[in-house]
């Protein structure tokens, strides 16, 4: 079946510093991946999404490249802010069905100090 | 509109109550989605319903009841909860389509349960 790794956390940086979350995944076939965000108290966010090999998906700084031949989903950030500490989820859909089953990573708590 | 909407946003009930949640999109998805989150994990699917029926239940106790009165609207009634049912109940929705695109969240509701 399907399954989504992430990088334990929780991970905490300094405003400014460089940001990576390691991200790899088991699937069949061809998955559409994605970075999910939730602040505080909120729903989850679309942060970005890759649908093919060597996609790059990007948004507010953030960026992860699709790459097949390692499985993997990073994503990073050159400078982080404070406003960035959240959850973050990295999730696939794949499978045969037209609506995108999303099965999720563990998610990894960022918290960002001034 | 590229908004999910849930009401209510908190909510506290004995288990012996009734009570719904509310979700609804205008963004003419025709897939809508009922998870449950607790703290600090993914979201667990609960529920999927496509072109307003029910697709996918997974699993979930019958004390959970969820409608889908029309391609904007989704309920979930509540019924003779547990204590352990208290979490953030998130909906979302996405387009029905081969791409497998992203699923759009709401704020959720934060259930207790007494």
């Known amino acids: 079946g399907n399954s989504v790794t992430q990088m334990e956390g929780p991970v905490t940086l300094s405003e400014e510093a460089f940001l990576t979350i390691n991200c790899t995944y088991t699937?069949?076939?061809?998955?559409?991946l994605f970075w999910y965000v939730q602040y505080p108290g909120e729903g989850l966010q679309l942060l970005l999404k890759?649908?093919?090999?060597?996609d790059k998906g990007s948004n507010k700084g953030f960026e992860a490249t699709y790459r097949k031949e390692t499985t993997s989903f990073h994503l990073e950030k050159g400078s982080v802010q404070v406003s960035d500490s959240a959850v973050y989820f990295c999730a696939l859909a794949s499978g045969g069905t037209s609506y995108g089953k999303l099965t999720f990573g563990q998610g990894t708590i960022l918290t960002v100090h001034p | 509109d590229t908004e999910v909407t849930q009401t209510p946003k908190h909510l506290v009930m004995g288990m012996t109550n009734k009570k719904s949640l509310k979700c609804e999109q205008h963004m003419g998805h025709r897939a809508m989605y009922w998870y449950k989150q607790k703290a600090k994990k993914p979201p667990e699917l609960m529920f999927v319903y496509s072109y307003e029926k029910l697709s996918i239940n997974e699993s979930v106790p019958s004390r959970f009841s969820p409608e889908c009165p029309n391609s904007s609207l989704l309920n979930l009634h509540l019924h003779a909860l547990q204590p352990e049912d208290s979490a953030l109940y998130l909906c979302a929705s996405s387009q029905l389509d081969r791409k497998r695109g992203e699923q759009f969240f709401g704020p959720g509701t934060r259930l207790t349960v007494l």
């Open positions: 890759a649908t093919k090999a060597d």
């Open positions: 699937a069949t076939g061809y998955p559409s």
